[in-house]
C-alpha cells in the first residue's frame, strides 16, 4: 500500500516535471524573442517576430498539448496561454484553450478569448467571447484610425512594433475605470472593464463613460506628462485627446454602426470643454490652465502640428522613459512645435503665446 502510493508519487512528480519543462521550453523562447526585440524594435513588426519563435519551442506546446490532464498540466497550458498572448500567437493561444475546454468543459465558457489585428492583441476575461471582441475591436480600430486622422501620431505602443493590449474583463460592477497599465515589460496595455457579455454600450445604466475612457486612455498611452510626485499636465493630456477624439466620431457624417450605442458626445466632447475654460488663462500650473493652453493649441496650431510635433520628439527619441514609457515635457514640445511651424508666423506667435 505505502509502496503503491510512493509509485504513485514518483510517477505524478516525473508527469508535472515534464509538463513544466515542456512549458519552459515555450515560454522561455517566447521571453527571449521579447527581450531582443525591446533591446533593438527596429523596424520589426510584431507579426515579423511571432513568426521567429523556434521550432523546438512549437514542439514543446505540441508535445504538451498531448500530455495527460492533471493539475500541473493545467498551469503548464496556463503558462503557455501568457506567453502566446505576449507574442500575439493567435493559433497557439486557440490551441491551448481548445485543450484546457476539454480538460475542463464545465469552465470552458469563462476561459480567457484572444483576437489579434495588425496594431493590436485584445484579450476577453470572464466570459466574453470571440465574437464580442470582434465587436470591440471594430471600436478600438476606429479610435486608432481617429487618431491617425486627427493627430497623426506615429507610436502607439511604448516598444515600437509590439500590438497595443486592452485587457477587457466581464465584471458585474465597474470598481475601477479604464485604465493604462504601464507595468507590462514589453506592450502598453489598457485594463477595460465592461458588465454586459452582449453589447458594449456606454455610458452604462451607471453613468460609466467607457468610451470616453477608451479614447482617453489612448491618450496616456501616447504621452505621459505628470511623474510620481511631479504635476506637469495635470492630467489634462488624456482629457483633451479623448475629448477630441469622442468628438471627431461623434460628428462625423458617415458615423460607424458601432457609434449608435456610444453616447458619450453628450457630455464629453472638446466643443462642451472649449466652453469649460472660456475663462481660464492658458497656463502651466493648474489643470485649467493646461486644459486651456492645449485647446488653445488645438485652435491656432492644429491637431496634426501637435502629432507631428510629438513625433518630432518620438523620432529623436530623447525624452525621459520610465519602464519605457514616454513622457514629455512643455518646453520640449514648445521646441519641436517651433521647428514645425517655423514658416507660419502667426502659429509661431501662438505657440510662443501658449507655451512661456
Ligand atoms: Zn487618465
Known amino acids: 500500500m505505502f509502496l503503491q502510493a510512493l509509485v504513485c508519487a514518483i510517477a505524478l512528480a516525473g508527469a508535472s516535471a515534464t509538463d513544466s519543462k515542456l512549458a519552459r521550453a515555450y515560454v522561455d523562447a517566447v521571453h527571449d ?30 508535445s504538451l498539448l498531448k500530455e495527460k490532464s492533471s493539475p500541473e498540466l493545467t498551469q503548464a497550458l496556463q503558462e503557455c496561454s501568457e506567453a502566446a498572448l505576449d507574442l500575439a500567437r493567435v493559433e497557439d493561444f486557440a490551441k491551448i484553450r481548445a485543450r484546457l475546454a ?12 484572444m483576437l489579434a489585428r495588425p496594431r493590436f492583441v485584445l484579450r476577453g476575461v470572464g466570459g466574453l467571447d470571440e465574437q ?47 485604465h493604462f497599465g504601464p507595468e507590462f ?21 451607471e453613468g460609466k463613460m467607457l468610451f470616453f475612457g477608451l479614447c482617453h486612455e489612448l491618450g496616456h498611452v501616447i504621452a505621459m506628462w505628470d511623474t510620481p510626485g511631479k504635476q506637469v499636465d495635470y492630467h489634462q493630456w488624456a482629457d483633451y485627446t479623448g475629448f477630441v477624439i469622442v468628438e471627431h466620431l461623434a460628428s462625423r457624417k458617415d458615423a460607424p454602426a458601432w457609434m449608435k450605442d456610444l453616447k458619450d458626445a453628450r457630455w464629453r466632447t472638446l466643443t462642451i470643454q ?18 486651456a493652453t492645449l485647446i488653445g493649441l488645438h485652435d491656432r496650431v492644429g491637431p496634426k502640428t501637435i502629432g507631428t510635433a510629438i513625433n ?44 512661456p
Do not use: C
Not at 515589460?185 to 445604466?205: G, M, N, Q, W
Not at 472649449?274 to 486644459?291: F, I, Q, T
Not at 527619441?317 to 517651433?338: C, G, P, Q, T, W
Open 33 to 62: 524573442l521579447n527581450v531582443k526585440h525591446a533591446r533593438d524594435p527596429g523596424k520589426e513588426t510584431e507579426e515579423e517576430l511571432a513568426k521567429k519563435l523556434p521550432p523546438p519551442a512549437l514542439k514543446a506546446l505540441e
Open 185 to 205: 515589460p514589453y506592450h502598453s496595455e489598457i485594463d477595460f472593464p465592461v458588465i454586459d457579455a452582449k453589447k458594449l454600450a456606454s455610458p452604462t445604466p
Open 274 to 291: 472649449r466652453k469649460e475654460v472660456k475663462d481660464a488663462k492658458p497656463a502651466l500650473d493648474s489643470d485649467k490652465g493646461v486644459m
Open 102 to 113: 476539454k480538460d475542463a468543459p464545465a469552465d470552458a465558457a469563462k476561459l480567457d478569448t
Open 312 to 355: 518630432a520628439l518620438d523620432a529623436e527619441d530623447k525624452r525621459m522613459r520610465i519602464n519605457r514609457v514616454r513622457y514629455y515635457k512643455f518646453e520640449e514640445l514648445k521646441k519641436a512645435l517651433l521647428v514645425v511651424v517655423a514658416k507660419d508666423k502667426d502659429k509661431k506667435r501662438a505657440v510662443e503665446e501658449l507655451l
Open 132 to 178: 464580442y471582441l470582434e465587436h470591440f475591436a471594430d471600436v478600438f480600430q476606429g479610435v486608432l484610425e481617429a487618431y491617425d486622422e486627427v493627430f497623426g501620431f506615429a507610436e502607439f505602443s511604448k516598444v515600437p512594433g509590439k500590438k497595443l493590449r486592452v485587457r477587457v474583463h466581464l465584471e458585474q460592477k465597474i470598481e475601477r475605470a479604464p
